[in-house]
């Protein structure tokens, strides 16, 4: 079993909708992420979470939303889908240790794509 | 603000035909500079992490450098299955500081 897991992998949905991603992963990391990547922009940072009681906004977390149901569990919302949240979805995890260099395992992305 | 650059965008070379990517970045403080190779339609894999200016690592046919404006990776007779994008990420700071990530590279070796 992978180590980060994604659902759905392939989602399409039309304007307005409610659009839920969901990841769980069992590397007993405390640490997640969800980034979205598009094309020539890199992987940008949604939202992150040092543990299941802090969350915080990254760089582009306008029109998203996340909960952090356990230590295992993150998952990303958007309220009401638009066109321009069409992207490639990437949750992941990392964990510091000693060097504190956060060191992300990816899972294996979601493609959104909004109508 | 830290900054990453990554050239070039994509590049293509036949197999057996060694060659360099470059990584460079702005940032105040390095805490570690990271190379992750990501194959279509998959996550980013984790490569090396460099964290000072001289550091060196490998992996089979990779080799990351890291100075203290740039990073490169080397390729050395790249086969096809070394087709990837290559992206490179910095941290900054403290561990509880985020990683700003270049927009890659995209590798094809040629048969």
């Known amino acids: 079993d992978a180590d980060v897991t994604q659902t759905p992998r392939n989602r399409i949905t039309k304007t307005g909708k409610r659009i839920m991603l969901e990841c769980s992963q069992t590397?007993?990391?405390?640490?997640m992420y969800w980034y979205r990547q598009d094309p020539g922009l890199g992987l940008r940072l949604i939202y992150y979470?040092?543990?299941?009681?802090?969350?915080n906004k990254g760089e582009i977390s306008d029109g998203y939303s996340v909960s952090r149901q356990a230590q295992a569990k993150f998952s990303l919302s958007l309220e009401s889908a638009i066109p321009n949240q069409t992207a490639l979805y990437f949750c992941?995890?990392?964990?510091?240790?000693?060097?504190?260099?956060?060191?992300?395992?990816f899972g294996a992305g979601s493609r959104l794509t909004v109508l | 603000e830290d900054q990453v650059t990554q050239s070039p965008e994509a590049l293509r070379l036949q197999e057996g035909e060694s060659s360099s990517l470059n990584c460079s970045y702005t940032v105040s403080g390095l805490r570690g500079l990271f190379w992750y190779r990501q194959d279509p339609g998959k996550g980013p894999e984790f490569l090396f992490t460099l964290y000072s200016a001289g550091e060196e690592k490998e992996k089979e046919r990779l080799k990351a450098t890291l100075t203290k404006k740039e990073s490169f990776l080397h390729i050395t007779a790249p086969k096809p299955e070394d087709s990837a994008t290559y992206l490179c990420a910095v941290q900054a700071g403290g561990s509880a500081r985020q990683l700003t990530f270049g927009s890659g590279t995209q590798l094809t070796v040629l048969p």
């Open positions: 590397k007993g990391h405390d640490r």
């Open positions: 992941a995890t990392s964990d510091p240790g000693t060097s504190g260099a956060n060191v992300l395992t």
């Open positions: 979470s040092f543990d299941v009681k802090d969350i």
